[in-house]
C-alpha cells in the first residue's frame, strides 16, 4: 500500500472522541474533511458579539508616506478610539475586558510575509501588548505567533515588546520539513491536485496552549484569493501545508480558507480583528519585496467579523488596482493567465498566474463566519 492510500484509509478510520464534517461540495468544489476533537464554545470569536460591525479608525498623520515610518503616538491613540467604539465602552480598559481576562493565555497572529515595507505594524502590535498588560494579562501569557520563523526573525518584534512575550514559529521556514509544531489530531484533510500529503494540521499552540486569538493581517492582494486579509491570516497562518491550494493557474482558496478558519478551536478563540491598514500592498501581494506596489490607506479596522472586515478589504484592493490601470481582482479572463509566470506576475499588474478567488470571503459567510452582504455591514469612520 503506497503512502497516499494510506494515509487516505487512516482518515476513514473513526477518531474517538472528535467532531468530524465535510463542507459542502456544489459546483465541483473538492470535499473537505474536518477532523477535531474541539466544540465551539457558546459564542464563537468569529464572528463574535459584534456581527457586521466594522470601526474604520483614519489619520492622515499615521504615516509618514516619504519614510513609511508610523508615528507611534498617533496610533495608541488610533487604537483606544477603535476599540473604545467597538465596544460602546468608554475607556480602553474596559473595551479591551470585553475580550479578555488575567487568566488568558493569548496569542497575537502577525502577518510577516509582507517584509520589509508591509507587516504588521510594530506600534499596532506592541499596543496590543501594553493593553492586554493593562487588563492583567501578564507578558508571560502572551505568544506572538506566526507560521515561520524565517520570517518572524526578518521582522524581528523582541525590541519591541516587553520581556517575557514569547515569539513563536511553527516551522523554521516553508519547506515542510518539520511538522513538530502541528498538532496530529486536528487538521483538514483534502486531496487537491493529487498530492502525497492531504491534511493541513492546526498549529499545536493554537489548538493545545492558547485561550484567546487577536489576529493582526495587513491590507494586501494576493495571487490567488484577490485579497489577504483576517481570513486567510488566521487560517493560512494557523495550518500546515496550505500552499497546496493552488496550482498551475487553478486555486481551491475559495472554499479552502473559510473552512480553515471555521475549525474548532481557532474559531471560538480567533475573538477580536485588528487589521493593520497603515501601509498596504495593492498588487504582488502578500509579498512586499519592492515598495513599487505600496500604498498607504493610514487607517486600522476593528471588529469580531472577520468577514465583513475583508468584504471592505477586496474594495479597498481593487479600488486601489483600479487607480493604477490594473485588472481587477475579480476579473477571471483568460487571455490574462499566465501560468506559473511570476516573474510577469511581479513586472505587469494586468497579468494573473492564478486565477482569483475572491468568492472565498462570501463562502466564509456561509460557513457562519460572518457577513459579506455589504448592505448589512455597519461601517463607523472615526478621525484621529
Known amino acids: 500500500m503506497d503512502r497516499r492510500n494510506f494515509v487516505r484509509l487512516l482518515a476513514a478510520l473513526p477518531l474517538v472522541p472528535s467532531l468530524k464534517g465535510e463542507a459542502a461540495s456544489p459546483d465541483g468544489l473538492p470535499k473537505l474533511n474536518v477532523v477535531t476533537k474541539y ?29 513609511s515610518a508610523a508615528n507611534d503616538e498617533v496610533v495608541r491613540e488610533m487604537m483606544a ?55 492583567g494579562v501578564p507578558p508571560t501569557q502572551v505568544f506572538v505567533y506566526e507560521r515561520f520563523q524565517n520570517q518572524l ?27 513538530r509544531g502541528y498538532d496530529p489530531a486536528t487538521y483538514v484533510e483534502a486531496d487537491l ?25 495587513n491590507m494586501k492582494d494576493h495571487g490567488a ?20 491550494t493552488h496550482y498551475r493557474g487553478k486555486s481551491h482558496t475559495y472554499s479552502f480558507v473559510g473552512t480553515l478558519a471555521s475549525v474548532e478551536p481557532l474559531r471560538s478563540r480567533t475573538v477580536l480583528q485588528i ?28 471588529g469580531t467579523d472577520p468577514v465583513a472586515i475583508d468584504r471592505l478589504l477586496l474594495d479597498i484592493i481593487d479600488d486601489e488596482r483600479k487607480r493604477h490601470g490594473a485588472i ?7 487571455q490574462y493567465l499566465k501560468v506559473d509566470d511570476g516573474a510577469a506576475r511581479d513586472a505587469n ?19 457562519g463566519l460572518g457577513i459579506a452582504d455589504k448592505a448589512r455591514i455597519e461601517v463607523q469612520d472615526v478621525v484621529v
Not at 492558547?210 to 489576529?215: G, R, S
Open 39 to 67: 466544540a465551539p464554545s457558546a459564542t464563537p470569536g468569529m464572528p463574535g458579539p459584534f456581527p457586521g460591525r466594522v470601526i474604520a479608525v483614519k489619520s492622515d498623520k499615521s504615516v509618514d508616506v516619504e519614510t
Open 81 to 135: 478610539r477603535g476599540m473604545c467604539a467597538l465596544t460602546g465602552k468608554k475607556t480602553p480598559l474596559e473595551a479591551w475586558r470585553q475580550f479578555v481576562q488575567p487568566s488568558d493565555v493569548v496569542g497575537i497572529k502577525v502577518n510577516c510575509g509582507g517584509h520589509p515595507w508591509c507587516v504588521s505594524a510594530y506600534e499596532i502590535v506592541a499596543e496590543i501588548v501594553r493593553q492586554l498588560g493593562a487588563a
Open 153 to 179: 526573525d526578518e521582522v524581528n518584534y523582541a525590541p519591541h515588546l516587553p520581556e517575557g512575550v514569547t515569539i513563536v514559529a511553527a516551522e523554521t521556514a516553508n519547506r515542510r520539513a518539520d511538522n
Open 193 to 217: 491536485f493529487g498530492e502525497e500529503d492531504t491534511r493541513s494540521n492546526m498549529m499545536r499552540l493554537v489548538s493545545q496552549k492558547l485561550t484567546k486569538i487577536i489576529n493582526v493581517p
Open 225 to 244: 484569493t484577490g485579497a489577504t486579509g483576517c481570513l486567510k491570516n488566521i487560517a493560512y497562518g494557523s495550518f500546515s501545508n496550505v500552499a497546496r
Open 275 to 302: 487589521m493593520d491598514g497603515l501601509r498596504g500592498v495593492w498588487h504582488g501581494g502578500p509579498f512586499a519585496r519592492t515598495r513599487k506596489y505600496v500604498f498607504y490607506p493610514k487607517q486600522i479596522l476593528f
Open 328 to 334: 481587477s481582482i475579480y476579473d477571471r479572463s483568460p
Open 349 to 367: 499588474p494586468n497579468v494573473n498566474i492564478i486565477i482569483r478567488e475572491p468568492g472565498h470571503v462570501e463562502f466564509a459567510s456561509s460557513l
